[in-house]
């Protein structure tokens, strides 16, 4: 899938592989991550950096 445009008269294309030779992005599943409760971040910060 890209998308593609015009930014400033210049004609870019977005896409995945575009986007992986600027950054590497994570394409874990969801499940693998750990989101810390709102409590957590608040009273254990020192273990949520």
């Keep these: 899938?890209?998308?593609i445009g015009t930014v400033n008269g210049v004609n870019v294309e977005m896409s995945y592989?575009?986007?992986r030779r600027?950054?590497?992005f994570d394409r874990k599943p969801t499940h693998q991550y750990i989101f810390p409760r709102l409590e957590d971040?608040?009273?254990?910060h020192?273990?949520?950096p």
């Design 17 to 19: 592989d575009s986007l």
């Design 1 to 3: 899938m890209k998308l």
């Design 41 to 44: 971040l608040q009273f254990k």
């Design 22 to 24: 600027i950054e590497k």
């Design 46 to 48: 020192q273990d949520h």
